[in-house]
């Protein structure tokens, strides 16, 4: 998809029928559905032959997943880093490059991004997307005049809100907390300017963040990046009263984790156990390096652990230990992150393969006494910990859920003639280029709409912020 927006039709029928869609966790036969007019299922059905007037799917369904973190203005920043002019090439020097994209784009620019995006991930099987945002003000750190009913949560947000109505994407704004550059530099860097925010600030945004279909939640950048006490005020607020999710990113770095033990004599994942109050509420971003010890405790609090293996090894961040997370029954969701990759399959993908790499085992993320499809146990603990990384009660083909759905493209060359039982397998294994034939938000088709204005938009944006020189100097 390039350049496309997206346009939301009510179905002429709202009774649907498949011969097959993923339900409570397994494929179940001739299943009705029908969704209210809330834009949420009222009724799931199986074993029901198609009644007259219903409209018959074209493939099996399924649903989508959230994409539980984003940083939606790395967009524009992807491609830009895969070359090597120095001895030292990892995370830190990436992110120093990824500055130059963050100190620069505007409100408008942003918008363009998003747009582009989030359409990007609409055909990659999202419907609702965390946004972990950070860029509040201008590069000066001055906020934006305010004026209309963004005020309070800024142009930049204004901007994400505005992107995801056009495209008819879900969206879980997430503002976040940065305080400081690092533990021992209370201040923030000249190019950390426009993240600065106070807990009041960020509780402002939260409540002022408003659209069709958004939702709202908290988020800290980092241990390294808020003091100690706002951290724990934030917390305290969460057990107060205050709704919605809380996403920090922690342990994804060995520095970071070097840094934290040196500043606090804790790992950041065992100083968030013992004074952050954790519960299900709270979402690790990462948690790449975790010991055995922290994974029981985070189990044990009931928090989530958010995954991004395209990014993670995008940076070079290391593999985390997704057998242990598995067994510890902690729920986990994935993310695009830096969007180098765009789709949920590539992400499941990459995290199984990931781990065959490591171990030279095969199917490492099957459960083989309980669900010997490494796909299916992946996808569905992705499902059920996305609900709560966005903050929802339910998720899914379920009654009471939000009626999303996804219809698997069977006439892909990777997905023809694969047999039903595997087509979840298909879809994240096989590779196939268009997975989905079709998708739907909120009870509502959400079709690709040419937009020409929108691919110009974009690419007008890119040939702004990356003249070809900078394009040299970044590379």
Known sequence: MTGATFHMTQPENPLLWAAQAWVGGHWRQQVLLQAGSDGHWAHITGGQPCPEGATRLAGPVIPSLVNAHSHAFQRAFVGLAERRDSERDDFWSWRDRMYGVATRITPEQLQAVATHLYGELLQGGYTQVCEFHYLHHQPSGQP??????????????AALVGAAGTVGIGLTLLPVLYERAGFNAPALRHDQLRFATTVAQVLAMQRAAQGPLVNSGLAVHSLRA????SIQRLAQL??????????IHVAEQTAEVDDCLANTGLRPIEWLTRHAALDARWQLVHATHATPQEIEAVAASGAGVVLCPGTEANLGDGLCDLPRWLAAGVPLSVGSD?????????????????QRLALRQRNVAAAPATEPATAARLF?????????????GRWGLEVGARADLLVLNTQDPALLGLPASHALDGVVFASPLQPFAATMVAGRWVRPAKQPQTSSAFEATMQSLWPDSDVRATG
């Open 238 to 247: 969460a057990q107060s009263g205050v709704n919605g999710p809380i996403h």
């Open 226 to 229: 808020a003091q100690a006490h």
């Open 380 to 392: 569905e603990r992705m499902l059920h910990g996305g609900a709560a990384a966005a903050g929802f």
């Open 144 to 157: 934006y005049p305010q004026t209309g009913a963004d005020a309070a949560a800024g142009a930049m947000a």
């Open 338 to 354: 830096s969007q180098v990759t765009r789709d949920w399959p590539q992400e499941l993908r990459w995290l199984d393969y990931g």
